[in-house]
């Protein structure tokens, strides 16, 4: 399992990716303590992460966001992270996360993931010119972070095998 500087592991990805189920069930194989940023977010300031962004502007809740994740991973307890995609581009969570984390990146292809943001309430909606936009943006953020890229169209199981095995050789 992850040594002992970096013990949690941190999924990452687009919106709609599956974070939140493969964090989950990842955090329950491990028998370790999820933690999930768009909860966390609700729990602190009341609302959901979309309606921060309608009250407060985009860039606010992506402040949010990483000040969430850099206290998540502030604790000592290994736990399953499941954090927002603006994270990826804010200098601290950037020096964090390969300090502290096993960072897992899922993909998946953007007309599937434009499909799935229309399921959740909680998630900011965007088109499709402004998923692209901050995909492009921020794809070389991810590929530096990243310690393993898994296909969100896998099952759930087959991505929580495929993190434990990595988990187990890194």
């Known amino acids: 399992m992850p040594e002992p500087a970096r013990p949690h592991v941190v999924i990452l990805g687009a919106m709609g990716v ?3 189920t493969t964090g989950k069930a990842l955090a329950h194989e491990l028998g370790w303590r999820y ?3 768009d909860t966390d977010i609700e729990r602190l300031m009341g609302c959901s992460g979309a309606e921060y962004a309608k009250r407060h502007g985009v860039p606010e809740l992506h402040q949010l966001e990483a000040a969430v994740l850099l206290g998540a991973l502030a604790a000592e307890e290994p736990a ?6 603006s994270t990826v581009e804010h200098p601290l969570a950037q020096g ?3 300090r502290r984390a096993v ?6 292809s953007r007309s599937e993931t434009i ?12 088109s499709r010119t402004e998923l692209e936009l901050l995909s492009d943006r921020r794809e070389p953020f991810f590929e530096q972070l990243e310690d393993l890229r898994l296909d969100a169209a896998r099952s759930t199981d087959q ?6 095995d990595h988990l187990r050789v890194a």
């Open 103 to 108: 960072v897992v990146r899922l993909v998946l």
């Open 96 to 98: 964090a996360l390969p």
């Open 115 to 126: 499909a799935r943001q229309a399921e959740g309430a909680h998630r900011r909606p965007m």
């Open 35 to 37: 933690v999930d940023s």
């Open 18 to 20: 599956g974070k939140s």
């Open 159 to 164: 991505l929580v095998d495929a993190i434990i």
């Open 80 to 85: 399953v992270i499941t954090a927002a995609a």
